[in-house]
């Protein structure tokens, strides 16, 4: 239905009420203003309402301009290795020389063996001297006896021991040579004190070369174990 029909009825109902009182003789008009009157009625019921102005549609929106598309720098290119040197060909060894032929010697005869040389007769090696095992016997008792007493001069005590009360007793092992010098210098079994342990060893140092072997005693060199005490009482 179209949105004009109300305001039609509308206009039409009033105008349907001003016909009925003039045809009533509520209004007392003339013919000719009456016929007039009708006429103006009559058109003016079919006069069509003004016919309203279209809205006007709104303006599209400018489309947005579009954004440059960013520009990539291109990376020039890395130029190529060079190509690789050839490898120079070896050179071919040289053959080598023939050997020259290998003259055989002439076969010389045989000469006779030269007479035996008879050996000149040796004199005869005088006996040993006969050894007096006694006489070594002491001499060797003498000597241990002369190196304990000259290890027992220089042993010392250690005063930071003796502070410390520190006992104990010291087994050392070493070589004496023939002259006397001191080698091979060892602890066989330590004391468990470390200052006893040094002491001992260095009253064994400081005989070395003073206490040669006697000439009576055939030995180069002798080895000996002496226990080293300290005690404090």
């Known amino acids: 239905m179209s949105t004009h029909t109300p305001a039609f009825l509308i206009s039409a109902l009033i105008h349907l009420g001003m016909l009925a009182l003039v045809l009533t003789g509520v209004l007392q008009l003339p013919s000719d ?16 309402e003004p016919i309203p102005e279209p809205i006007p549609e709104p303006e ?12 990539v720098e291109v990376e020039p290119e890395p130029d190529p290795p060079p190509p690789p040197k050839p ?8 053959k080598p020389k023939p050997k020259p032929p290998v003259k055989e010697k002439p076969i010389e005869a045989a000469k ?12 005869p090696v005088p006996a040993p001297p006969a050894v007096d095992i006694g006489l070594i016997r002491r001499l060797e008792e003498e000597y241990k006896a ?48 470390r200052l006893l342990d040094k002491a001992a060893r260095g009253a064994v140092e400081k005989i070395s070369g003073r206490l040669p072997f ?11 174990t002496i226990p080293i005490n300290y005690s404090l009482r």
């Open 214 to 224: 006697p000439d009576e005693l055939a030995r180069e060199q002798w080895e000996f």
């Open 33 to 48: 203003s009456l016929q007039e009157s009708r006429l103006a009625v009559s058109l003016e019921m079919f006069k069509p």
């Open 60 to 71: 599209p929106e400018p489309e947005p301009e579009p954004e440059p598309e960013p520009v």
């Open 146 to 193: 002369s190196l304990r007493r000259a290890i027992e001069a220089n042993k010392g005590y250690p005063r930071r021991a003796i502070r410390l009360r520190q006992e104990g007793e010291v087994l050392v092992g070493f070589t004496v040579l023939r002259n006397g010098v001191v080698e091979a210098l060892r602890i066989v079994d330590g004391s468990g004190s």
């Open 112 to 123: 006779p063996p030269p007479p035996p040389v008879k050996a000149p007769v040796a004199a």
């Open 87 to 94: 490898k120079p060909k070896p050179k071919p060894k040289p």
